[in-house]
């Protein structure tokens, strides 16, 4: 049996399995084994299995029952069958039943165990031939391995579920065509093309921080989804860099993110004394440099959140200095006015700004004598009465800008080489 047990100890030692999971499968796969060789038809087999000793002891083992009379019972179930047939109503539950296999009547358990009692387990020794040993190691061995790979599958299903929303480091491993598969340590996990930084370039070997964003069990066992533009993954980094984040005294209330290029949050501190945006930027920006940095130069805007939608909007458009707003409740639409210099900045590249600020704050947001800085789709855009959530107002844009994006990405490239 030496190499079923050098299989034992390689299983535990490399797939990090509880002992008991192995016991149970190696009992149930010595089991098979022997029903295969050597057992009869009507055999409950079961196997005791000593880890230490690394002997086994192979058991018939059947529950005590009450006496029956096999052809009284024969006659019930045709009897039931009938009135089923028929369309009568019959109760299943009543009738009784006997399984040759695992069960044993009374008088005859008495004949092995004069103290026999019902529901008691009634165990018969049987013989393990000689040449058992060689055949179970051989047959056991590819049971208990195919077994273990599950239990190992739904260990790591069970951690990495538990993981989901949460930063995990990882080191890409290799690309196939678009997809990008990263090594967790226990087991490889999918970076989709769109969960991937646009300007990022994954090679072997790199160390990144990614959000789990989902875990599921398939055929092949499971699946980790893992991203690197969520907005989650705004919220996972600050948490890990700035301890009032952590602890909950600052709260990230909201996120608006263009993942790769530019990202705005609103923080709010739930203790006076303990200024929000200070301790996401941290002393000399060392904290909000840390996130820029893992993200690969994405900047954060970071603004203070409040519970008054005009000092939160004026908030959103940082660094723009507003000069005047005006609330419109019904179509949800901020009316803004700013200085001629500050107009570019409140806008922001191709409409970046503006577009961020409204993710943020949820409002649609009109910047006076914007229209020729806009992109020209919205301009022709005639403004509704019931104005259409923040995302809608600027679809186009955003469209406009990622096809913007792609090409200067491209550009970049060339210069580069």
């Known amino acids: 049996m030496s190499d079923l047990q050098d299989a034992i100890q390689q299983i535990c030692e490399e797939k990090n399995i509880p002992v008991e999971s192995v016991l149970e499968t190696i009992e ?4 098979a084994a022997y029903r295969k060789d050597f057992g009869q038809k009507n055999q409950n087999v079961k196997v005791n299995f000593d880890l230490d ?14 006496d029956m009379d096999l052809e009284e ?6 009897e039931f069958l009938k009135k089923k047939e028929a369309g009568e109503e019959a109760d299943e539950s009543v009738l009784k039943r006997f399984n040759p296999k695992t069960d044993i009547m009374l008088s005859e358990a008495k004949e092995i165990d004069p103290k026999a009692e019902l529901g008691q387990e009634i165990k018969t020794k049987l013989e393990v031939p000689a040449e058992f ?3 179970a190691a051989q047959t056991a061995k590819q049971v208990i391995i195919q077994r273990l790979r599950e239990a190992e599958r739904d260990v790591i299903f069970e951690d990495f579920k538990g993981k989901e929303g949460e930063i995990i480091n990882g080191v890409v491993q290799r690309r196939e065509g678009r997809l990008v598969f990263v090594d967790l340590g226990q087991t490889l996990a999918i970076l989709p093309p769109e969960e991937q930084l646009p300007r990022e370039n994954y090679s072997s070997g790199q160390r990144l921080k990614f959000l789990v964003v989902a875990v599921e069990k398939t055929a092949k066992g499971p699946e980790i989804r893992i ?6 993954m705004l919220k996972e980094l600050f ?3 700035v301890p009032e984040v952590n602890s909950g005294v600052v709260e990230i209330k909201a996120v608006a993110r263009e993942a790769g290029n530019r990202s705005k949050i609103a923080v709010f501190s739930h203790e006076e004394n303990i200024d929000p945006v200070g301790s996401c930027v941290g002393q000399r920006g060392t904290r909000v440099q840390t996130v820029i940095a893992e993200l690969g130069g994405e900047k954060i ?22 000069e005047g707003l005006k609330l419109d409740e019904k179509t949800k639409t901020a009316f803004v006015k700013v200085k001629e210099d500050q107009l570019s900045l409140a806008i922001g590249r191709e409409g970046q700004n503006v577009r961020l600020a409204s993710k943020l704050t949820e409002w649609r947001i009109e910047i006076e004598g914007a229209g020729e800085l806009l992109p020209k789709e919205k301009e022709e855009t005639p403004v509704k009465e019931e104005a259409p959530a923040p995302e809608a107002a600027v ?8 096809k913007e994006e792609k090409s200067e990405t491209a550009e970049m490239s060339e210069n580069k080489e």
């Open 28 to 31: 149930a796969a010595l089991a």
């Open 53 to 66: 000793t690394n002997k086994m002891e192979v058991f018939d083992v059947k529950t005590v029952v009450e």
């Open 73 to 78: 019972l024969e006659k019930e179930r045709e």
């Open 133 to 135: 040993g060689r055949m």
């Open 227 to 232: 991203s690197r533009t969520h907005q989650g």
């Open 239 to 241: 948490k890990l860099e």
């Open 301 to 322: 805007d970071i603004v203070e959140w409040s519970k008054d939608q005009s000092r939160f909007i004026m908030s959103a458009l940082s660094p723009a200095k507003v």
């Open 395 to 402: 679809e186009e844009e955003q469209k406009k800008e990622k």
